[in-house]
């Protein structure tokens, strides 16, 4: 699958995957496999065993533990000691409730398996973008940090705070690595019922009304993983190497900001 018009990562690009195993993940890997790119999956270790990446290598991790965010990413500088790419795509929503029903516990969880994990991500990882060359980073984030839902006070929260720290990082590391978003709306991934290695039902009920959903959107249909791929591999491409700190939202027309 190579690119003739220069949209895609160029052919042997390393670039590794964080949340690569969940619906999104995995079509961004297997896209990226069949652009001739190499690719690390980066994943808890419940998710790998789950849904085993195609990736030619995979590292489990706990994205709410800093030792072993460190711990990935030496392993990942052994398998790569520079990086031409970076996706997170990790995250998680928890239950939908009333604010005043959220525990401080359950506060917490969210904002360190979004918010935190991202940044300390990105912390880890940016010694290995830096080489000198053109890199790329993608972070995956949300249109409920554009359209809030209720319940989910502390996850759209965490994924506003993701945008404002990306963009704080894009600024410091310009012009050679470019940070830039995507934020789709819901998408039909195992993340709607709690997310790879998070739910143990595969066949748990949605936690929105999709009826009610759709209405609200113009294209009048459910994303599915592909919608979110593309504009990932573009960011990751040559053909968006003007962009830095910037958001493409996948929501078929719900947002258009």
């Not at 030619?56 to 994205?63: A, L, M, P, R, T």
């Not at 039909?188 to 709690?194: A, C, M, V």
Request: with cysteine.
């Amino acid at each position: 699958m190579h690119d003739l018009n220069g949209l895609l990562p160029p052919p042997q690009s390393n670039i590794a995957v964080i949340g690569a195993c969940g619906g999104i993940g995995s079509d961004i890997v297997n896209k990226l496999i069949a652009a001739d790119c190499n690719i690390v999956a980066i994943d808890l270790e419940k998710s790998i065993n789950e849904a085993p990446s195609a990736a030619n290598h995979s590292i489990s991790f706990d994205g709410t533990d800093k030792d072993s965010i460190n711990q990935m990413a030496q392993q990942l500088k052994k398998v790569m000691p520079q990086l031409d790419g970076l996706v997170i795509a990790s995250g998680f929503a928890g239950q939908r409730m009333p604010i005043t029903e959220w525990s401080v516990e359950a506060i917490d969880e969210i904002i360190s398996g979004n918010l935190r994990l991202m940044t300390l991500c990105l912390r880890a990882l940016v010694p290995l973008l830096q080489h000198g060359d053109a890199a790329s980073v993608v972070l995956i984030t949300s249109d409920m940090a554009y359209i809030p839902q209720p319940g989910y006070a502390p996850y759209v929260a965490a994924k506003a705070g993701l945008v404002a720290m990306g963009q704080s990082v894009a600024r410091e590391v310009a012009p050679n690595v470019r940070i830039n978003f995507v934020s789709p709306g819901a998408v039909d991934t195992p993340f709607l019922r709690g997310g790879r290695g998070r739910t143990v039902d595969p066949d748990a009920p949605l936690r929105f009304d999709m009826k009610e959903y759709l209405t609200k959107i113009p294209l009048a249909r459910l994303a599915v993983a592909e919608d979110v791929t593309g504009p990932v591999l573009f960011l990751l491409g040559p053909g968006s190497s003007y962009m830095t700190g910037n958001i493409l939202h996948i929501s078929g027309g719900a947002y258009m900001g």
